[in-house]
Every structure is written in C-alpha cells, then in structure tokens.
Antibody
Framework: EVQLVQSGTQMKKPGESLTISCQVS????????IGWVRQRPGKGLEWMGI????????RYNSAFEGQVTISVDKSINTAYLHWNTLQAADTATYFC???????????WGPGTLVTVSS | DIKMTQSPSSLSASVGDRVTITCQAN??????LNWYQQKPGKAPRLLIY???HLEPGVPSRFSGSGYGRDFTLTISSLEPEDFATYYC??????????FGGGTQVEI
C-alpha cells in the first residue's frame, strides 16, 4: 500500500527557517515524481513544485521559485520542502503527493499545517 | 502557463440532485485532466483521471467528460457524503500541473 507520512504541525515566527518532510512507503521511491501543494486557509490548491527522487530533477512553479527548496534523501525515502525565511503569507497546509504516471496525483499525504506569526 | 477556470465557484444542491461542474483550460490539453474531491481538513482524493476514467473505489455516480479545452464533472444523484470541494487539474505539461480554483458543493 502506498503511504505518504508528513511531519507534524509547525508554529514559527517570521524570518525563521523551516523544513517539512514527507516519508513514503509501499513503492519504489526513486521511480515516481513527488510534488508539493500549498493550500492557504479557506483557499484552493496551488502546485508548488516537484522532484524526481531518482536523479533529484526539480521543477518549480514560477510563483514559488526562489522562495522554497525541494529536495530528497533517497536513503530514507523522504522528500523535503524548505524555507530559508518564512513570512506570514506562508501560513498554509502543505501536502505532498505522488505522481502516478503522467501528472495524476494518485496518493497524497495528510498535510502539514504551518503557521507563521509573530 | 496553462490556466484552468472552474465554474461555478460554489453551488447549493440537495440530496438526489444532479450536479455538473465545468472546467475550461486556456489552451488545448487533450484529455490530460483530472478531478479531485476535498473535504475539510483532509487531503484531496482522486475521483476521475484522464478526463473520463473513474478511479477504482469511486462510486459510479461520478463521471467525467470532455476533451481539448472544456471538461465536465457530473454527479448523477448527490449523496450526503458528496458535499465537498471539487478541483480540476491539468497535466498537459507534466510534470508541471495546474489546479482550477475549486467548486464548493453545499447543502
């Protein structure tokens, strides 16, 4: 069974850094793209970017390029989303999702709530 | 960039109603279109892939159609558990994808 387990809720202050994670199981980690999706409170889904764990090829939504970094650790089947400098506007739930061939997001993590407030 | 426009943004319906949600791309995307359902506090769930294929385990009252720029999600007879928000998503330029703005189906 494909499973994506995300790290827990985070409360941070503006200017702080943060890394959240998505650990997968039940399939070959290196063989499928993993993407990150942002959902601000009460708003829709925004695709942030995606990584291919096999070779760490990363593609970003232009709206997020330079704002976040996506990476993986193949040794522990984990993808990461990192911010150097958080802003209040980063307050959102962040989902990781596995691409199941093509661009179909067939499996999702439960989401990580990130709250940024002074 | 490919942009997806969903309509309506919200609708009110009753149990047993037939509901139709539309999604339009600003350029041709073949059948590279998926539909997701999201309930509050939960991750999205894939309902329809490749515009018209029902994901295993999804009730047959859900159906999708369309090709090119215009797509439709239909719920033939609304059940209480169908009150949720629905999103379309294109993947014509995979692995980059784009979501529509969402349609909230309310009682």
């Amino acid at each position: 069974e494909v499973q994506l387990v995300q790290s827990g809720t985070q409360m941070k202050k503006p200017g702080e850094s943060l890394t959240i994670s998505c650990q997968v199981s039940g399939y070959s980690f290196i063989a499928y793209w993993i993407g990150w999706v942002r959902q601000r409170p009460g708003k829709g889904l925004e695709w942030m970017g995606i990584i291919y764990p096999g070779d760490s090829d990363v593609r970003y939504n232009s709206a997020f390029e330079g704002q976040v970094t996506i990476s993986v650790d193949k040794s522990i089947n984990t993808a990461y989303l990192h911010w150097n400098t958080l802003q209040a506007a980063d307050t959102a739930t962040y989902f990781c999702a596995r691409h199941r061939g093509g661009g179909t997001l067939g499996s999702w993590g439960p989401g990580t709530l990130v709250t940024v407030s002074s | 960039d490919i942009k997806m426009t969903q309509s309506p943004s919200s609708l009110s319906a009753s149990v047993g109603d037939r509901v139709t949600i539309t999604c339009q791309a600003n350029e041709h995307i073949s059948n590279y279109l998926n539909w997701y359902q999201q309930k509050p506090g939960k991750a999205p769930r894939l309902l329809i892939y490749d515009a018209s294929h029902l994901e295993p385990g999804v009730p047959s009252r859900f159906s999708g159609s369309g090709y090119g720029r215009d797509f439709t999600l239909t719920i033939s007879s609304l059940e209480p558990e169908d009150f949720a928000t629905y999103y379309c998503q294109q993947y014509d330029n995979t692995p980059r994808v784009t979501f529509g703005g969402g349609t909230q189906v309310e009682i």
